[in-house]
C-alpha cells in the first residue's frame, strides 16, 4: 500500500523505468554493461516504492497516551523553551527519519487543531541544532483532554523540499491518522507538557501510529 502523495511519482517513475529497459535493449550491446544499467534502473524503482510506502497501524487509541508520530530513531529528549507558540518551557522528543524509514506523519493524540502554520526555510541536515527554528517546517497544534496541548513539527531537512499537512485550525483529529507527509525528509519534533513521563531514550528506534512514547 502507498501514500497517495507518492500517486504522481510512482507513476512517472514507472514510465522512466520502462523507457530506460526499451532504451538499453535497442541501444546498449554490451551484456555486462546493460545488466549494470539495469540493476540501477531497478534499485532506483524500489527505493521509490519503499519511500512512498503506507503500512497499516493498529493504533491503541488513548488520551493518556502520547504515540510516535512517525518511524525513526530518537535524537533528541530535553526541556526547552518553545518559542513560536507556548513562549514557555517544554519537553521536546526529537525523531529523525533515514530515507529509509516510513515517512508519514501520523496524529500523535486524538483532539481538536488549535494551530497549524507553515514556514518556509533552510535546508539544515535535520539533526543540525537550528534545524527546528530555521529549517522548512510545519507548527501543528492539537488540544488533547489529558494533555493538553501538544505541538509537533514537521521539519525539512537536507534532501526533503517538501511538507504535506493536513491539519487545519479547529478540526477534530484521532490518534494515529494520517497527519501528512514529509517527501525525502527528515524529522517531527514534539513538544510536551514538563510533567510527561518519557517512555523512550535517546537512540530508541520507534513505530509510528502504534508506540506509546509519553504518558501521565
Known sequence: MFHKEGYKII?????????GFILLENFVSINWLNKLLAAVLLVFYVIILQFFRNPKRNTP???NHIIAPVDGKVVVIEEV???EYF???RLQVSIFMSPLNVHVTRYATSGEVKFSK?????????WHPKASEENERTTIVVKNNVFGEVLYRQIAGALAKRIVNYAEPKMQVIQGEDAGFIKFGSRVDLFLP???KINVKLDDKVKGGEQVIASL
Not at 507513476?11 to 523507457?19: D, R, Y
Not at 507553515?118 to 535535520?126: E, R
Open 194 to 196: 514538563l510533567n510527561a
Open 11 to 19: 507513476i512517472a517513475s514507472t514510465l522512466l523505468v520502462g523507457l
Open 61 to 63: 487509541i488513548n488520551d
Open 81 to 83: 523553551m518553545e518559542n
Open 118 to 126: 507553515y514556514h518556509p526555510g533552510k535546508y539544515l541536515v535535520a
Open 87 to 89: 513562549k514557555d518551557k
